[in-house]
């Protein structure tokens, strides 16, 4: 059960429209980088993203959804062909386990489906509820939103969605994301936090929801300092 929403929410669901029309006009056609061919393949590639990269992800899942895109073909494959298509991804091993672990069941437990609730999913090794919400949406239409470190870092800086667990944080956006906006909620908070609301610095002076976020100071245009020259001698008293 998700937990309720951090009490501390700046946002109002007139506010958080506005937040999202923003982002929307700025990713018209928000998806998943991660790539993929069908449902099984997709949920084999997001649980292979726990602690790596999309990039990393898809250079090592072409050559292993190409032989293998349907979970027969990936039982048959095998826990060692499996990993020998994986071994520069993290935890590759205990991956390429849960790889086959869950191709089986899906052909005995789902009859060869990937199943398209979220109860089914997280029946499945290796995905949780994270995991489940981005096959809900990215697969099946489903308007869920799955807490990663980038939405939790917008949703927390924005004060979108304040909490200090992702079940929080997505319980906070639940409930203050318009309907309209839900179904692409996930990937427009994702890919604001992976190219513009970075983790060290983020980019403020180019975000377009700047005006709306209660993160401060707000990090200003390296270009425009520069025109500034260089500061003067500090005066001595």
């Known amino acids: 059960m998700v937990k309720a929403a951090h009490p501390k929410s700046k ?3 007139a ?3 506005e937040l999202f029309a923003a982002l929307a006009a700025d ?3 928000p998806r998943t980088e991660l790539d993929f061919v069908n449902p ?3 949920v084999v590639a997001v649980a292979l993203s726990a602690q790596a990269t999309d990039v990393g992800v898809n250079k090592a899942t072409r050559k292993l959804f190409a032989v293998a895109d349907t979970p027969e073909k990936m039982l048959a494959l095998g826990e ?4 020998s298509h994986i071994r520069t991804i993290g935890l590759w091993r205990n991956k390429a386990k849960n790889v ?10 789902f009859g060869g489906e990937v199943p398209r609730t979220r109860e089914e999913l997280v029946t499945l090794p290796g995905v949780g509820r994270k995991t489940a919400n981005v096959v809900m949406n990215e697969a099946f239409g489903e308007p869920t939103i799955a807490v990663d470190t980038h939405i939790f ?3 927390n800086r924005t004060r979108l969605s304040p909490g200090k667990t992702p079940d929080q944080v997505e319980a906070g956006l639940e409930r203050i994301t318009p309907l309209d906006f839900k179904k692409g909620a996930h990937h427009w908070l994702i890919l604001h936090g992976r190219y513009v609301c970075k983790a060290r610095k983020p980019e403020c002076w180019q975000c377009a929801i700047s005006h709306l976020c209660a993160y401060k100071p707000k990090t200003p245009d390296p270009e425009t300092l ?6 003067g001698p500090r005066s001595v008293t």
Request: hydrophobic share 40%; glycine share 12%; proline share 6%.
């Open 11 to 13: 946002f109002t669901r």
């Open 15 to 17: 506010k958080a429209a």
């Open 27 to 29: 990713r018209p056609d």
């Open 40 to 42: 099984f393949t997709l």
């Open 80 to 83: 060692e062909g499996v990993a």
């Open 100 to 109: 086959i672990a869950l191709s089986r069941k899906i052909i005995g437990d």
């Open 153 to 155: 870092r917008v949703s």
């Open 226 to 231: 520069g025109k500034l020259g260089p500061r």
